[in-house]
Structure formats: C-alpha cells, structure tokens
C-alpha cells in the first residue's frame, strides 16, 4: 500500500509541476478553479488507487493461494491523502484575494490652487509623486501682463542669414538674365502680366519665378544623379556577384583536377589579389599549382603576381616539375628559375 501511495504522489506531483509551469506560469489559478481541478483530480486519484489495490489484492491472492479481499472497496484514504498533495502544490491565489500591499495606490489628486490676484500668474504646485523619471516637485512662477504683450519685428538693420551656394549662384543667374538677352520671354510675360505692367514689379517676380525654377531644375539633376549612382551600384553589385561565381566555378572545376584554360587561370590570378590563399591552390591529380598553369601558358604578369602574393617557386607535381620546367618563354623561364634558386643554365 505504501509503495502505491508513494507512486501515485510521485505522480501528482508531476501533474502540479506541469500545471505551475505551463497554464498557471503567469497568473496563478483562482480559487474556483483550483477546488475545480481538485475535485477533479481526486476522482481521477480515486479510480486510480483503487485500481492499484485490486492488482495488490489480486497479486497477494496469487502468492497466498486463496483469495483475499480489501477491506474497502474503494482506496478513499489514498485518494485523499494525493487530493491534498495536489491542492498544496498548486499555484493559486491567497484565499483574500489579491494582498492590499500588491495592489496599485491610487494617484493622489493635488488640491486646486487658490485664486490668483488680476495680473499674475505665479503658480505654486504641491509636490506631486513622481512618474517614472519626472521631478519629485516642480514650480512655474512667472509674471505676464494682463494683456498680449506685442510682437516685436525685426528691424531693417538685423543681417539676413547667408544663403546657401546653390540658392545664391541661382539669384546671380536670375539677376543677369533679367535685363540680359538671356531673359526668358515667357517667364518674363507672365510676370509682366502679374505686375500689370509695372516694370520694377514684374522684375521682382521675375527673379522670385527664376529663382524658383532653377532650384526645382537643380533638385530634378541631382535626383537623377543619385538615380544614376544607384544604378551603376547595382550592376557593379551584380557584375561582382557573376564574377565571384564564376570564380568559385573555376576554382571548384580546378581543385577538382579539371585542367583549366588560359583564360581561366587568367580570372584565378586576379582573383587572388583579393584572395591570397588562392595561390596555395593544386590539382587534384598532377598537383599543379596556378603557378605551374601560368608558367605553362607563359603569362608572366600573373605568374609575376602570384610569386608576390606568396606563390612557392619551388613546388612540385606529381611528375617532380616545377613552375619553370613547364615555361616555354625564355624570360619568364629565368625569373622563376632565379626565385627558385636555380641557375639559368639549370
């Protein structure tokens, strides 16, 4: 009987732990629903445990050769003894409720200030509690009039702010077209019309519709430079995109024992400038390296780059031959002989 009692709390145990853990994990179960689940449970325990003591029963009827009968039919004090483990573990709110000390105060509302005197406004505010990461107090006193003071506008004599380049080369432009041959007759009609002939006037409007026009003309060149930019930004992102994969197709074909063209060990050697390990790169099967292919095909700029990049002179393939017993060119020939320490008549 122990041993069931104990099996089965191992196991209420681990129904309240899930319960705590994954429905209950934010807000503890209410009253009702934990008496609910409670209930619930001691039924389930119920049939359970009796369950275990018919199989006891019967096991121990087995062994003794006679049959023996529980004295209940029903496992009620083992049910009620999981119940009340179930009901202690589970995560629930406290019987009152939420605590008083849990829960928010309300905001203390300040008393109205006392009437003010005709013609000021000092305001003296009662401290307020603070709100995150306001002052404790704070305290607006100022003297106003009683009427709208007026608005003081500045005199002739204040200096205007320096334009900006642009805006003052186009004034200049404006300026030297108005009474220039450069004058644009239709610009200039409209203004004249605005000003109702007056001449003076429709110049003003003239600059003032110039002006305006050969900012918004500025803008539209300078969007369509930026336009521009973009575009040879992207292709130049997608011509490198195609060149690293070709690169990453030659090299793949390459260490795969592939013998690659002048062409392509051409793509390899510039590669390698932006990638130096690419010159420790070899055959698979004859162990050439890319200097071995640039001194077989006598392409002495790249085979000249590739021995700065920290290309070895000296290696070998599988046949014993290094990079200058493959070269045809006589001066390329040298230079790797003279890198690898050997004489010219080697």
């Not at 191992?10 to 705590?20: E, F, K, P, Y």
């Not at 049959?67 to 573990?89: E, H, K, M, S, Y």
């Not at 205007?160 to 004058?183: F, H, K, M, N, Y």
């Not at 019309?193 to 500025?218: D, P, S």
Request: hydrophobic fraction near 45%.
């Amino acid at each position: 009987m122990l041993i069931d009692w104990l099996l089965t709390a191992l196991a209420t145990w681990g129904i309240a732990a899930l319960l705590n853990h994954t429905a209950f994990q934010r807000e503890p179960a209410s009253r009702a629903t934990a008496w609910m689940l409670t209930v619930g449970f001691f039924l389930v325990a119920l049939v359970v445990m009796t369950i275990l003591q018919i199989l006891r029963y019967q096991a121990l009827s087995a062994e003794l050769g006679h049959r023996v009968r529980p004295p209940q039919a029903l496992d009620f004090l083992g049910a009620f003894f999981c119940t009340n483990i179930f009901f202690a573990l589970l995560k629930k709110q406290p019987k009152g409720g939420t605590p008083a000390a849990d829960r928010p105060a309300a905001p203390a509302v300040p008393a109205a200030p006392p009437p003010l005197p005709s013609g000021r406004t000092d305001v003296a505010l009662p401290p307020v509690e603070p709100t995150g990461n306001a002052d404790a107090a704070f305290r607006v006193s100022s003297t106003l009039p009683a009427e709208k003071p007026a608005v003081s506008m500045p005199s002739s004599s204040t200096p205007s702010p320096a334009l900006p380049a642009i805006e003052e080369q186009a004034w200049a432009t404006a300026l030297a077209e108005v009474d220039g041959p450069d004058r644009r007759p239709g610009v200039w009609a409209k203004c004249f019309a605005l000003a109702n002939g007056v001449e003076a006037q429709a110049k003003a409007t003239y600059l003032k519709e110039r002006v305006a026009q050969l900012l918004e003309e500025h803008q539209q060149r300078e969007s369509e430079k930026r336009a521009q930019q973009a575009l040879e930004l992207a292709a130049q992102a997608q011509a490198m995109a195609v060149q690293q994969a070709e690169v990453a197709r030659i090299q793949s074909s390459y260490v795969a024992g592939k013998s690659p063209s002048e062409e392509e060990v051409m793509i390899l050697a510039v590669a390698a400038q932006r990638d130096p390990k690419m010159v420790r790169l070899w055959e698979r099967f004859r162990g050439e390296t890319l200097l071995h292919w640039a001194a077989r095909y006598g392409l002495a700029a790249e085979a000249r780059s590739l021995l700065a990049l920290g290309a070895d002179p000296c290696a070998a393939n599988s046949n014993g031959q290094q990079p200058y017993m493959l070269c045809t060119d006589r001066a390329l020939r040298s230079e790797l002989q003279r890198a690898a320490g050997r004489g010219e008549d080697a």
